[in-house]
């Protein structure tokens, strides 16, 4: 069964920071780009970040700068750590997996963590 379990969401004000973190079972941890999503109320999911096994990552570039992806390939957890945070910020957050290895398979989402950022 595969689980994709988030934290570290939370109220902040805004120019401060969070770290976010997703713990991944029943996946080959190895085999599946990571990536965090958000959602804002009104708004359709959008991407915030990813990251290859290898360490690759990419950015939505409303968060280029404030933001870093990083991956514990030994303990199957990916983290964002957000700094600089700013209302616009505030969103539902999920953990993604992809599987991209040996090809795409199947994908996976948590089950979101709040971030609320006030002004």
């Known amino acids: 069964q595969v689980q994709l379990v988030e934290s570290g969401g939370a109220l902040v004000q805004a120019g401060g920071s969070l770290r976010l973190s997703c713990a991944a079972s029943g996946i080959i941890f190895a085999f599946n780009r990571m990536a965090w999503y958000r959602q804002a109320p009104g708004n359709e999911r959008e991407l915030v970040a990813a990251?290859?096994?290898?360490?690759?990552?990419n950015y939505a570039d409303s968060v280029t700068g404030r933001f870093t992806i990083s991956r514990d390939n030994s303990n199957n957890t990916v983290y964002l750590h957000m700094n600089d945070l700013k209302p616009e910020d505030t969103a539902v957050y999920y953990c993604?997996?992809?599987?991209?290895?040996?090809?795409?398979?199947?994908?996976?989402w948590g089950q979101g963590t709040q971030v609320t950022v006030s002004s």
């Open positions: 990251i290859t096994h290898g360490g690759y990552s």
């Open positions: 993604n997996a992809q599987r991209v290895w040996p090809r795409t398979g199947s994908a996976y």
